[in-house]
């Protein structure tokens, strides 16, 4: 079975200032996808950022990228220019790409705090 | 943002008592999942659904049951609730198994 590891369980970072998170993940398979999502105190779950594996460029939406490292199965996330509203729990999240309709896999989450 | 409502948003129960938490979404897709948020565990798959009548476990589906009966509804019964299902219960759905997953707004429940 996949597993997916948080290693950071809370970050800080000042507001304004570029911080990562990151994401390590275990699987046999050569074809996955990999995502992160936000969750503010809202508990609403935001997709944040979509990777596919078989993609070697790493994905960017505006603010946010990833470092995706295939060899070393790593998927880290990149804030530049942090703001107060970037405040949430932040979860990477697996699903392979095989036949089936089975869920995600989740880490278990790293708190991101932003100093003002 | 994706048509996904859950119901109810919050409830209080006691042990013993049968519940049914229902996901509706206004998308047509195909796929709907339930999962369940711990602290300390993320969020785990309980079931999920292929398509109306078409269901299946996922990893912590112990004490759960599911049905579908029609593409918009996917409703979770735990029918004896215990205190160890008091946790926050989010749907989610996607057009396509490795299409990215959008998610309902959560339901809480305790089991006293």
């Known amino acids: 079975a996949q597993t997916v590891t948080q290693s950071q369980p809370e970050m800080s970072v000042q507001e304004a200032e570029t911080v990562t998170l990151s994401c390590t993940y275990d699987?046999?398979?050569?074809?996955?996808?990999l995502f992160w999502y936000k969750q503010p105190p809202s508990r609403q779950m935001i997709l944040v950022i979509r990777?596919?594996?078989?993609?070697?460029q790493n994905a960017t939406e505006n603010r946010f990228s990833v470092n995706f490292q295939k060899a070393a199965k790593s998927f880290s996330l990149k804030i530049s220019d942090s703001q107060l509203g970037d405040a949430a729990m932040y979860f990477c999240a697996y699903r392979t790409s095989g036949g089936g309709a089975d869920g995600l896999t989740f880490g278990k989450g790293t708190h991101l705090i932003i100093q003002p | 943002d994706a048509g996904i409502t859950q119901s109810p948003r919050h409830k209080v129960t006691e042990t013993g008592t049968p519940v049914t938490l229902r996901c509706h979404q206004t998308?047509?897709?195909?796929?709907m999942y339930w999962y369940r948020q711990d602290p300390g565990h993320g969020l785990r798959l309980i079931h999920y659904s292929y398509g109306v009548k078409d269901t299946d476990k996922g990893e912590v589906s112990d004490g759960y049951s599911v049905s579908r009966s029609k593409t918009e509804d996917f409703l979770l019964t735990l029918e004896s609730a215990t205190s160890s299902q008091t946790s926050v219960y989010f749907c989610a759905i996607s057009d396509d198994p490795t299409d990215t997953q959008y998610f309902g707004p959560g339901t809480r429940l305790t089991v006293l």
């Open positions: 990777q596919e594996a078989y993609k070697q």
């Open positions: 998308e047509n897709h195909r796929y």
């Open positions: 699987t046999s398979e050569s074809d996955y996808y």
